[in-house]
Structures are given as structure tokens and as C-alpha cells.
């Protein structure tokens, strides 16, 4: 009963290296999410993938990438870090295409840019 | 386009008393739900509940009960006799049903830091 997994649970980073945050889903969700969590500013949306072959920026995509390799894996991508994406990034996924369904949350990922 | 308010930055009660949260939001659309979800310090991100836009019931689940008034655009979420275990940062959260097309977000607001003091 996994749920939501993702990888890597720490990561520290140089400026203007790059990265890739792994999100793996096992309850054949359509829906999947990453959002970033800062101090102050709660949950933001950087993309979503409302089904497979699709993506979407979300609130604050600037710097990321995201690949929607199959139903269950959904990754996000910093091709050259800088220090503004120090966060926790939080991956999600739910049924999908109905505005009821709820949210599953990954553990988070804590990324520091140095 | 939709917007989530949550006031309320921090809050500090002792514990035993109430507590309510705001969650004020903002949508076009007609059809729409609202969530409240509970982020103890441990990290994890826990669902609490779900309303529908249709639904203005109030909900109680123990010692947590939800206002949800239409008229005013609010969530508020109350928590009563307060105990040390609920503190955490609570987030409200708006999506909108959109069945037909991609558009599937889910909005949060920036959350309401909440301390139960012994």
C-alpha cells in the first residue's frame, strides 16, 4: 500500500546543477502534481498532468521541467538549479478530471540550492 | 481564476479553548470543491475534508466542525477543546470541476500556523 513515493527524500545541489525528482503512483491515478512548499507561502502548483501524455504549468513553472513517462511516474526536472527553488517539493496524485476527488501526497522532497 | 485567502498567518491558543480558521476564496465557476487538509510537524500532508459548492450543510466530525457559507465565499474550519496533538499548519484548498476539459488544478491557500499550548 505504497500510495505516493518519491525520490530523492533530501538532495542538496550546487548552483547551476541539474536534478531530477522522481514520483511514482500505484493507485491508477490520472491526476498527478508537484508543488513546492516555502515558508510564508504555502503549497504552490509548479505543473500538473491531468491524464497520461499531458502536462500543464501550474502557478510557478518558471525553472522546471516535468515528464509524464507512463500513468504512474510523473517527474520534475530542474535543469539548472539556483538558489530560489530551495524548497520541499511534494508530489500528488488523485482520480483525475473531476474537481472532487482528493489529493494523495507523496512524503515530500527537501532540495537545497547552495 | 482561483484565488484561496487563509488570513490567518500563525495562531496560538492554549489548549481547551476553540479555535476557528478562516479560508476565504474566490472562483467563477458554479461547480466547485473545497478542502481542508492538516500538516503536522512531522511533514505529511493529511486530508480532513471535502465540500461540494451545492452543499452548504455544516459538517461535524467530533471536534472538528466546518462553516461553509456560499454567500460570503468562506470555509472556516473550528476546532473545539483544542489538545496539544492539533498542532500543525492546516491549508484550505479549492478545485473546480471540470470534467471536459484538462484544466484540473487544485489551488491552496498559504496556510494557518496553529499552536496548542499546554
Known amino acids: 500500500n505504497a500510495g505516493v513515493t518519491q525520490t530523492p527524500k533530501f538532495q542538496v545541489l550546487k548552483t547551476g546543477q541539474s536534478m531530477t525528482l522522481q514520483c511514482a503512483q500505484d493507485?491508477?491515478?490520472?491526476?498527478m502534481y508537484w508543488y513546492r512548499q516555502d515558508p510564508g507561502m504555502g503549497l504552490r502548483l509548479i505543473y500538473y498532468?491531468?491524464?497520461?501524455?499531458?502536462?500543464d504549468k501550474g502557478e510557478v513553472p518558471n525553472g522546471y521541467n516535468v515528464s509524464r513517462l507512463n500513468k504512474r511516474e510523473f517527474s520534475l526536472r530542474l535543469e539548472s538549479a539556483a538558489p530560489s527553488q530551495t524548497s520541499v517539493y511534494f508530489c500528488?496524485?488523485?482520480?483525475?478530471?473531476?474537481?472532487?476527488?482528493?489529493?494523495?501526497f507523496g512524503a515530500g522532497s527537501r532540495l537545497t540550492v547552495l | 481564476a482561483q484565488k484561496v485567502t487563509q488570513a490567518q498567518t500563525e495562531i496560538s491558543v492554549v489548549e481547551k479553548e476553540d479555535v476557528t480558521l478562516d479560508c476565504v476564496y474566490e472562483?467563477?465557476?458554479?461547480?466547485?470543491?473545497l478542502f481542508w487538509y492538516k500538516q503536522p510537524p512531522s511533514g505529511e500532508l493529511v486530508f480532513l475534508i471535502r465540500?461540494?459548492?451545492?452543499?452548504?450543510q455544516n459538517e461535524i466530525s467530533g471536534r472538528y466542525s466546518w462553516n461553509f457559507q456560499k454567500s460570503t465565499s468562506s470555509f472556516n474550519f473550528t476546532i473545539t477543546a483544542s489538545q496539544v496533538v492539533d498542532s500543525a499548519v492546516y491549508f484550505c484548498?479549492?478545485?473546480?470541476?471540470?470534467?471536459?476539459?484538462?484544466?484540473?488544478?487544485?489551488?491552496f491557500g498559504k496556510g494557518t500556523r496553529l499552536h496548542i499550548l499546554p
Open positions: 500528488a496524485s488523485r482520480a483525475g478530471q473531476s474537481g472532487a476527488n482528493v489529493l494523495t
Open positions: 493507485m491508477n491515478h490520472n491526476s
Open positions: 498532468s491531468a491524464s497520461e501524455g499531458t502536462t
Open positions: 472562483t467563477r465557476d458554479t461547480t466547485y470543491y
Open positions: 465540500r461540494n459548492s451545492f452543499d452548504e
Open positions: 484548498a479549492l478545485s473546480e470541476l471540470s470534467p471536459m476539459n484538462r484544466d484540473d488544478k487544485i489551488i
